[in-house]
C-alpha cells in the first residue's frame, strides 16, 4: 500500500481541503488554493500521513 506524507490546507473561501506531499522539493511558502489561486483564505490544518486505499478503475 503507497503511503505518503502529507500537508493539509484548508481554503476558507472554497470550502476545500487538499493535501500537498511534504517533500523537499515543494516550497510550502508558495501553496495557493487549487480553485481561487490565492493564499488568502488558506489554513494550515496540519499534516500526517496519507495512505491510497483506492485507486482510479482504468479498463
Ligand atoms: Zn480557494
Do not use: A, K, R, W
Not at 13 to 22: A, L, Q, S
Not at 30 to 57: A, K, Q, R, Y
Amino acid at each position: 500500500m503507497e503511503q505518503f506524507d502529507m500537508h493539509l490546507y484548508h481554503c476558507s473561501e472554497c470550502n476545500v481541503t487538499f493535501g500537498v506531499e511534504d517533500s523537499e522539493d515543494v516550497d510550502h511558502g508558495e501553496i495557493v488554493c487549487t480553485i481561487c489561486i490565492t493564499d488568502e483564505n488558506l489554513l494550515d490544518v496540519g499534516s500526517g500521513s496519507f495512505t491510497l486505499t483506492h485507486l482510479p478503475e482504468t479498463e
